[in-house]
């Protein structure tokens, strides 16, 4: 049974950090690739951020580009997101998600977690 189970989130002032992490099973997470998307309140979903299987290339929005760092633990089976110098625009629901290639359309992500909440407090 594939699983991804986000954890990490949280309420944090404005200029503060959260780490994200998203813990796999049931596939074989180092042959995908990762990535972060989030859903605000009546918002649709943002990518906000890619990783490649090996862990070699990234990609991030520009809303988080600098701020925000993802990675990956192949040997346990877990990806993260730390996120630093937080913004109220930041709070949110983030899902991670696996994919076979780099895509930001929902559609072709082939694994989404729950979610964990992120409140950033200005």
């Known amino acids: 049974q594939v699983r991804l189970v986000e954890s990490g989130g949280g309420l944090v002032q404005a200029g503060g950090s959260l780490r994200l992490s998203c813990a796999a099973s049931?596939?074989?997470?180092?042959?995908?690739?990762m990535s972060w998307v989030r859903q605000a309140p009546g918002k649709g979903p943002e990518w906000v951020s890619f990783?490649?299987?090996?862990?070699?290339?990234?990609r991030y929005a520009d809303s988080v580009e600098g701020r925000f760092t993802i990675s990956r633990d192949n040997a346990n089976n877990t990806l993260h997101l730390q996120m630093n110098s937080l913004k109220s625009e930041d709070t949110a629901m983030y899902y991670c998600?696996?994919?076979?290639?780099?895509?930001?359309?929902?559609?072709?992500?082939?694994?989404w977690g729950q979610g964990t909440q992120v409140v950033v407090l200005s």
């Open positions: 998600a696996a994919s076979r290639s780099f895509t930001r359309t929902r559609d072709e992500y082939d694994y």
């Open positions: 990783i490649n299987a090996d862990g070699g290339s990234t």
């Open positions: 049931g596939f074989t997470f180092s042959s995908y690739y």
